[in-house]
């Protein structure tokens, strides 16, 4: 994967008007193709700093550059899978298409494709009442991807799901990743989900919300159950683990930190 950075968060801050430090002097650089994954405790300003990321929240102060000067194609993947209850699986893929203004002709061949990407050919027709919590979740990958973004943002995505869902999505969802090289920034609590993803973990501490340590992830892909079992992904695992800790005492683990 390229180390040119893409995407680079500096000095960024966000306070709301209640006077809260969601976030402050937060820089990260994210290079293009890089599968990163932010982890940290709840109210670190993970998913506030993926949606200034998007453009869906804004900064206090700080900037955010863009590789080439020009902001990427982003896509956003939420925990809940957001499909609408009354529109059938194409429609719910097709729907980003839609509001773009691309006549449906012409958006079946692209929706049709992102479908198949994760693996609900057959299902086109059925609604969110007859999907399990792992096929919406499939149907808002497929969303995302049906715009061929750059950037696929996803926020806690598999969090409500069963473990062994959750480990076939894991794999999926890399699949998808070397298949269409997108930069992906991902968030979770999950140490484990983290390793098993990532060429990077960016912990976070909360209050106010920081980068206290970057760890980079030097394992293969493709990942299987050979590496989740693997002395090395225990290790990683320890490592981000302790990285945690030391932020829960406001321990920045400065040697850990890495740039692309």
């Given at each position: 994967?390229?180390?040119?950075?893409?995407?680079?968060?500096?000095?960024?801050?966000?306070?709301?008007?209640?006077?809260?430090?969601?976030?402050?002097?937060?820089?990260l650089a994210i290079g293009r193709s890089q599968f990163v994954t932010l982890v940290g405790p709840?109210?670190?300003g993970k998913s506030t700093a993926l949606?200034?990321?998007?453009?869906?929240?804004?900064?206090?102060?700080g900037h955010i550059a863009w590789g080439d000067g020009t902001r990427p194609k982003l896509a956003y993947v939420f925990q809940e899978a957001a499909l609408m209850p009354w529109a059938n699986v194409l429609d719910n893929v097709r729907l980003p298409?839609?509001?773009?203004?691309?006549?449906?002709?012409?958006a079946l061949s692209a929706v049709s494709e992102a479908i198949a990407m994760v693996g609900l050919q057959g299902f086109e027709r059925n609604y969110p009442r007859e999907l399990s919590g792992g096929m919406k979740m499939r149907v808002s990958i497929a969303r995302a991807l049906v715009t061929k973004p750059d950037v696929l943002l996803m926020d806690e995505p598999f969090a409500a799901l069963d473990e062994m869902t959750r480990s076939k999505l894991n794999?999926?969802?890399?699949?998808?990743?070397?298949?269409?090289?997108?930069?992906?920034?991902?968030?979770?609590?999950n140490i484990y989900e983290s390793v098993y993803l990532s060429e990077r973990v960016v912990v976070m501490a909360a209050r106010p919300g920081r980068v206290v340590a970057d760890v980079k992830i030097e394992a293969a892909y493709p990942r299987d159950e050979e590496y989740r079992t693997s002395l090395l992904y225990n290790e990683y695992c320890r490592e981000v683990s302790?990285?945690?800790?030391?932020?829960?005492?406001?321990?920045?683990?400065?040697?850990?930190?890495t740039t692309v």
């Open positions: 994967m390229s180390n040119i950075p893409l995407i680079s968060l500096s000095h960024v801050n966000k306070v709301y008007a209640n006077g809260t430090v969601a976030l402050q002097d937060l820089n709840s109210g670190c949606r200034i990321i998007a453009g869906l929240g804004s900064m206090s102060s298409l839609k509001l773009s203004g691309m006549p449906k002709h012409q794999s999926d969802l890399l699949n998808l990743w070397i298949q269409l090289n997108p930069t992906v920034i991902f968030v979770t609590h302790h990285c945690l800790s030391n932020a829960s005492l406001g321990i920045t683990d400065n040697d850990m930190l």
